[in-house]
């Protein structure tokens, strides 16, 4: 974007997310934070990125990512705390509502982004969310900080994951219980 613009900071987390303004257009700018859970690499980002270009063609109400003049879909910052991805998206309009008639939207939408992504083919190597992977790589970054200042409670919830792992397994039904979206 050429000056001028606005941005402000909308919320700090696993991302940070910012609002800019530019010629009246509204966007949204994506920071990702070092050492994220489910992005860990340029292959994961893009196929996340590409995954929202998908079920935006296929008519689902999503933010898309917006291509750089190079038509690349993200950045690269080197931060003081490290590599930090950045992603401009088309602004998402709206409002915090949740009533009845906008849960029943929100359900529906939800199944339909559900069956879309039962489409999406991508060749991008990407974590796959399955139980292992939840309960590993997410478990063991929790672990570690609980065991630092709690190392009774990192027992605990080891303990408990583990529980929960045995009767996942039990309950799961083997099929499209694993796919894009987990």
Known sequence: FAPPLDCRLIKAGDNDTYEITHNGQRYSLRISRTNRIHIQSDDELLFELEWLQFLQKRGLPTITPIARRDG????????????????????????????????????????RLHLASNDFVSDRKRIRYDLPTLTGRGLSYLISLLHQRRPE??????????????????????????????
């Open 153 to 182: 409670d990192a027992k605990l919830v080891t303990d408990c994951v583990d529980a929960a792992k045995e009767r996942i397994e039990s309950l799961v039904p083997k099929g499209d219980e694993w796919g894009v979206i987990h």
């Open 72 to 111: 690349a879909l993200f950045s690269c910052i080197a931060a003081p705390e490290g590599r930090r991805y950045a992603v401009v998206f088309s602004w998402a309009a709206g409002e915090n509502v949740l009533d009845v008639d906008q849960a029943r939207i929100f359900g529906e939408t939800v199944a």
